[in-house]
C-alpha cells in the first residue's frame, strides 16, 4: 500500500543553520507529493508540492524535490529562523479519482534565537 | 477570508456520551474531509463528502458518523465516545478532481473523561 516515512524529531536548530527533513515514500504509480506544516494552535497549512519527477517545489526558502530514483521528497531551507518552529508533514496523493492524502508522522522542528 | 472554520475548538465530553463537531467554509467547495490526529501520530482520513456522495474509509469505526446538510457545512458525530477517540480532528475542503489543494480548518482537539 501507500505510505510516507519521515525523520522523527524533535529537530532543534539554531538560528540561520542549514535544514534537511527526510522523506521517503512507497506507492504504485507515480504520485504527488506535498509538505503541509502545522504552527502551534493552527490546521495544516500546504507548504509545497510537487506533480511529477524532478519537480521542484518552492515557497517561503524552502525546497523539495521529486526523486522517483530514491522515491524521496527531502524538504531544505538554507537559513531558518525562530518563525519556522512548527510541525512539518510530507504527505502523498495517488493517482486516481480520488484526492486522498497519507501523511508521515510528522517532524517537530524547533529554532532557537 | 475565504476558509475553514471549526467549532468549538476544544471540546470535552464523557465516555459514552454523543459528541458533535462542526465545520463549515466559505470556499463553496465539493468536497470536505474529516481527519483524526492522535498525539504525535500521522492526521488520519476518516471519511469525506463529494458534494452529498459519502464516502467512508474502510478502517473507520461505525462510532463515528458524518452529516452534510449543504455545501458549507459538515459534522463529525461520535456517538458513544471511548478513551481511545481522545484526539484532534481536522476538517479540509478542496475542489473536485485530484489536483486541487486540500485547505485545513484549525481542529477540534476533542478530550473524553
Known amino acids: 500500500g501507500n505510505s510516507v516515512t519521515q525523520m522523527e524529531g524533535p529537530v532543534t536548530l539554531s538560528e540561520e543553520a542549514f535544514l534537511t527533513i527526510n522523506c521517503t515514500y512507497t506507492a504504485t504509480g507515480y504520485p504527488s507529493l506535498f509538505w503541509y506544516v502545522q504552527y502551534p494552535g493552527e490546521g495544516l497549512q500546504l507548504l509545497l508540492k510537487?506533480?511529477?519527477?524532478?519537480d521542484k517545489g518552492s515557497n517561503k526558502g524552502f525546497e523539495a524535490t521529486y526523486r522517483k530514483e530514491t522515491t524521496s521528497f527531502h524538504l531544505e531551507k538554507g537559513s531558518v529562523q525562530v518563525s519556522d518552529s512548527a510541525v512539518y508533514f510530507c504527505a502523498l496523493r495517488a493517482r486516481g479519482a480520488t484526492n486522498k492524502l497519507i501523511f508521515g508522522t510528522g517532524t517537530l522542528l524547533a529554532v532557537q534565537p | 477570508d475565504a476558509m475553514v472554520i471549526q467549532n468549538p475548538r476544544y471540546q470535552v465530553t464523557q465516555f459514552g456520551k454523543p459528541v458533535t463537531l462542526s465545520c463549515s467554509q466559505t470556499l463553496n467547495h465539493n468536497v470536505m474531509y474529516w481527519y483524526q490526529q492522535k498525539s504525535s501520530q500521522a492526521p488520519k482520513l476518516l471519511f469525506h463528502y463529494y458534494d452529498k456522495d459519502f464516502n467512508n474509509e474502510a478502517d473507520t469505526p461505525d462510532n463515528f458518523q458524518s452529516r452534510r446538510p449543504n455545501t458549507s457545512f459538515c459534522f463529525l458525530d461520535i456517538r458513544s465516545p471511548g478513551l481511545g477517540d481522545a484526539a484532534m480532528y481536522l476538517c479540509a475542503t478542496s475542489g473536485a478532481g485530484t489536483d486541487y489543494e486540500q485547505y485545513f480548518g484549525p481542529g477540534t482537539r476533542l478530550t473524553v473523561t
Open positions: 510537487a506533480t511529477k519527477a524532478d
